[in-house]
């Protein structure tokens, strides 16, 4: 369980040869990453008589944030156990088997995608609210954010390509396009209130 290791260890096994943990699981902590710097600016906003007004929605943005970083970091794993499913279906030659993780690997990353958007409107919410003092983290959320949001749809797109199903693959495709969408646009908003 990377949750428990440090982040020595993770970034170690990550720069490894060894095929696990991938590409997936960097897009994971990315997530993790972004839901703690929306933590952070919540924390240094509540409790703090400048923003009493605000306090109860930075605390409604902090319990979600910190549900999302806990759900983050267990995809580091959950990802790696799903690229484990993968590499052996393609050495076992079983093509049945190799469509069907691979559509899981897809459902599995397009959560991740779903997950990372929502982690971005909770860094909008957060930054049109929170602790000015703290302008310059409202664009790490931002940058960091749409990051985890590009990298799981990295991970739906190479695993779209072992899929027969054009309508399944057209349908995720129009979907991630739309959250990439949503994504760019909240980081540009964000961005633009922290300057």
């Given at each position: 369980?990377?949750a ?57 943005i ?15 794993d ?26 899981d ?62 309508e ?28």
């Amino acid at each position: 369980m990377y949750a428990q290791k440090t982040i020595e260890e993770f970034l170690d096994d990550l720069s490894s040869k060894n095929s696990i943990p991938g590409g997936g699981s960097a897009a994971a902590l990315s997530g993790a990453l972004n839901a703690a710097v929306i933590s952070f600016i919540a924390n240094l906003t509540i409790g703090k008589e400048k923003y009493k007004e605000v306090e109860a929605e930075a605390k409604e943005i902090l319990t979600e944030s910190e549900e999302l970083k806990k759900e983050m970091l267990l995809m580091i794993d959950q990802d790696s156990k799903i690229l484990s499913d993968i590499l052996d279906s393609y050495k076992a030659g079983d093509q049945d088997k190799v469509k069907s993780v691979c559509q899981d690997a897809v459902e599995f990353s397009m959560d991740m995608t779903k997950k990372a958007v929502r982690l971005m409107r909770l860094s909008l919410e957060v930054s049109e609210i929170g602790n000015k003092m703290l302008a310059s983290d409202f664009e790490v959320a931002a940058y960091i954010g749409d990051a985890a949001v590009g990298s799981a749809i990295a991970n739906v797109k190479i695993n779209l390509q072992s899929l027969d199903n054009e309508e399944y693959k057209s349908n995720i495709k129009k979907e991630y396009l739309k959250l990439k969408d949503e994504s760019s646009r909240l980081k540009e908003e964000i961005i633009e209130l922290a300057n």
